[in-house]
C-alpha cells in the first residue's frame, strides 16, 4: 500500500491522516518512507477513510455538475 500517494489522493497533510487513521504523524511518515507497514488494522483504517473519501466523492458530482450547469445560465 503506497501511503503517501493515498494521503496526497485525498488531499491530506500527515498530520490530518494520522487523526483519521488513529495514529500519530511520525507513524504516517514512516509508513510513507516505508521503514515500517501499516500492520493489519492500520490497513483497514487506511482502507476505510479511502472508501468513506469515494463515498464523498461520489456524493458531491452531482452537485458539481448542477452548480456548472447553472452557472452557464447566467
Known sequence: MDVRALRRQLGLT??????????TPRTIIRWEQKNVMPNLQGRARLREI??????DQARSEPVKRQ???????E
Open 14 to 23: 500527515q498530520a490530518e491522516l494520522a487523526e483519521k487513521a488513529f495514529t
Open 50 to 55: 479511502a472508501k468513506e473519501w469515494q463515498r
Open 67 to 73: 452548480l456548472e450547469a447553472s452557472d452557464g445560465d
